[in-house]
């Protein structure tokens, strides 16, 4: 059984900066990618980035701003997000995928607002 807990998210002011974290408990393979995904409010969840202990990929639109990290050690994933945009403002959801089992944190909310 996996867990996933994020945390850091707030309200933050246009062209601020938000580091938020996810601590996975569990059997966490490091080849295996930690994902986060976004759900704006009457949108459906999309894909942010991810990352395995060999590199990291990012959605097109947002690797200019956004930047995925990971400690295999703590079995945590960050998300450092610079110059955020209003159309930032999401829920956002860690994602851990293995066996064929999808395992989802409950989110983790960041306003961009003035």
Known sequence: QVQLIESGGGLVQPGGSLTLSCVASGTIVSTRPIAWYRQAPG???????????????????????????????????????????????????????????????KGTLVTVSS
């Open 43 to 105: 949108k459906e969840r999309e894909y942010v980035a991810s990352v395995t202990n060999t590199g990291t990929h990012y959605a097109d639109s947002l690797k200019d701003r956004f930047t995925i990290s990971r400690d295999n050690a703590k079995n945590t994933a960050t998300l450092q997000m610079d110059n955020l945009e209003p159309e930032d403002t999401a829920v956002y959801y860690c994602n851990y995928a293995t066996g064929g089992m999808n395992y989802w944190g």
